[in-house]
């Protein structure tokens, strides 16, 4: 190793370097301090100007979608209407009474049930939108066609889960518990969806059963009225009803294995699953 020591010895410089002083080193431009920015010194405030809404010779752009939401709602409901009735007559499900103006009455029910709709608040409007929009997704089983139309339509959401229930039998109205703990499990079943979509205790609005005095009572008739009839429904009808039943109570249980086992027994369970908006 000794061949490769360096034959002079090496002593330190008292000068400082320099930079490009040896032709191994170029010197680096400093033009930081030459070259001046372009860029403002301060940001400037803007004022952003709210969009002008779209008019055309059918109205705004809101009262066209409000125009086909309707629309699509009705189309909704025709064709669950005709899925209900095949034949094209209406059957002891579809008998909005058994008395003198009870139609009427319902009637009047559903328009008032829609004006107090109305007049909720902008939270609880929001709420029964999402509330009736996951129902609906739930119930179309992961067809992405449907779960476009609610999304773009809110109105056909609350239409398709009356509708699907109505004419399917799966409408807790339609729960025909053949045994006493059926129909207390039911019983249980419906307080606590009551409980869940009114935590406080307090009904509010979409509750109210009637405006007028009387209508309450008229209600209370109709349901036991719906109660009869649904025994005058052929074996076919009741069997097949119950197994929609099941089949929406699965859907709504999203894989519970206990709650599947509970409706598997009491197939009346699963038409105490609902939205927790009541305007549906």
């Keep these: 190793m000794a061949a490769f020591a360096p034959s002079t010895a090496l002593v330190a410089s008292t000068k400082p370097a320099t930079i490009g002083a040896t032709p191994f080193a170029t010197p680096l431009a400093n033009r930081s301090a030459a070259v001046k920015s372009s ?5 400037l405030r803007t004022s952003l100007r709210a969009p002008i ?3 055309s010779v059918y109205g705004t752009y809101s009262s066209i979608m409000s125009k086909a939401d309707t629309y699509m709602a009705q189309c909704v409901k025709k064709q669950y209407l005709a899925m209900a009735n095949p034949m094209g007559t209406f059957g002891v499900q579809c008998t909005e009474g058994s008395v003198k103006f009870a139609a009427e009455v319902a009637r009047v029910r559903s328009l008032s049930a829609d004006y107090r709709q109305k007049m909720s608040s902008p939270s609880k409007a929001a709420f029964d939108m999402y509330e009736n929009r ?10 992405h066609y449907e779960e476009g139309y609610f999304v773009d339509y809110k109105k056909v959401t609350s239409t398709y889960n009356t509708a699907k229930s109505e004419a399917a039998g799966t409408c807790f109205k339609y729960a025909s518990p053949e045994t006493v ?3 207390a499990m039911v019983r249980y079943m419906d307080i606590t969806q009551n ?3 009114n935590p406080s205790g307090v009904y509010n609005m979409s509750c109210n059963e009637g405006s007028v005095r009387g209508q309450a009572e008229d209600i209370r008739v109709a349901a036991l009225n719906a109660q009869y009839r649904q025994a005058q429904k052929s074996t076919n009808k009741l069997m097949d009803e119950k197994y929609q039943q099941k089949k929406a109570g699965y859907a709504a249980a999203h894989g519970c294995t206990y709650e599947e086992g509970l409706i598997s027994t009491y197939a009346a ?7 927790k908006s009541y305007h549906f």
């Design 53 to 55: 809404e779209t008019f």
């Design 269 to 275: 369970i699963g038409a105490a699953f609902r939205p």
């Design 181 to 183: 703990e059926e129909a």
């Design 39 to 43: 860029a403002p010194t301060m940001v």
């Design 134 to 143: 996951k129902a609906a997704i739930v119930a179309a089983h992961g067809c």
């Design 195 to 197: 409980n869940f979509a």
